[in-house]
């Protein structure tokens, strides 16, 4: 049974930090590219970030509003995920939920292309 288990949300001010942490149990992790997305109360869940499997293990990308905020990373061999939110804003706040994409890997940005969800961490930034 595959299981992902986001941690790390919190209450931040704007222009603070928090890790967000993914524990993946259940899968051969290193076959999976892993992302990050989130929903904002009363908007559709959105792409955050996703990270390359074994295959493009430095691959990453990321929405074009967390770019160079944000760092998404990963420990094989901790079956692990991380998100590295930096200079958060009040507009990230969010729930932020971490998603497994099975080989053969597609479209990156998009939710249906993502097989495993996990139940989503809340991230709340006060101005």
């Known amino acids: 049974q595959v299981q992902l288990v986001e941690s790390g949300g919190g209450l931040v001010q704007s222009g603070g930090s928090l890790r967000l942490s993914c524990q993946a149990s259940?899968?051969?992790?290193?076959?999976?590219?892993m992302g990050w997305f989130r929903q904002a109360p009363g908007k559709e869940r959105e792409f955050v970030a996703v990270?390359?499997?074994?295959?493009?293990?430095?691959?990453?990308d990321y929405v074009d509003s967390v770019k160079g905020r944000f760092t998404i990373s990963r420990d094989n061999a901790k079956n692990a995920v991380y998100l590295q939110m930096n200079s958060l804003k009040p507009e990230d706040t969010a729930s932020y939920f971490c998603?497994?994409?099975?080989?053969?890997?597609?479209?990156?940005?998009?939710?249906?292309?993502?097989?495993?969800w996990g139940q989503g961490t809340q991230v709340t930034v006060s101005s």
């Open positions: 259940g899968l051969t992790f290193g076959a999976y590219e």
């Open positions: 998603a497994a994409m099975p080989p053969p890997h597609s479209t990156r940005r998009l939710e249906r292309s993502y097989k495993y």
């Open positions: 990270i390359g499997s074994d295959d493009m293990p430095s691959f990453t």
